[in-house]
């Protein structure tokens, strides 16, 4: 089971950092991402992470704003955001993929959780 916490109203500039905490099985040995989907869109990929942490792959959108990391010993991935934007806004989903690189396509992912809703006012 996934759990995504952290999301809410930020302002336009501004900063947070949304938490994903894994619960019933070990991902350690997982990829794990993280997708966003707005009203009315498709969802999209916003950034991966390998198992190891050591590889990481980011949006064009987000890129230099966003930072994904991970904690294994803790069962945790995390999603640093800077500089937001309204567009920005949507509802943030993680998920981990049976893979030890970053994966990209909502397709490869197995487990999902249940969103964190992020709004960011102009």
């Known amino acids: 089971q996934l759990v995504e916490s952290g999301g809410g109203l930020v302002q336009a500039g501004g900063s947070l950092r949304v938490s994903c905490a894994a619960s019933?099985?070990?991902?350690?040995?997982?990829?794990m991402g993280w997708f966003r989907q707005a009203p009315g869109k498709e969802r999209e990929f916003v950034t991966g992470?390998?198992?190891?942490?050591?590889?990481?792959y980011y949006a064009d959108s987000v890129k230099g704003r966003f930072t994904i990391s991970r904690d294994n010993a803790k069962n945790t991935v995390y999603l640093q955001m800077n500089s937001l934007k309204s567009e920005d806004t949507a509802v943030y989903y993680c998920a981990a993929g049976r893979a030890m690189l970053v994966l990209t396509s909502p397709y490869d992912y197995e487990y999902w959780g249940q969103g964190t809703h992020v709004t960011v006012s102009s």
């Open positions: 019933g099985r070990s991902y350690s040995s997982y990829a």
């Open positions: 992470i390998s198992w190891s942490g050591g590889s990481k």
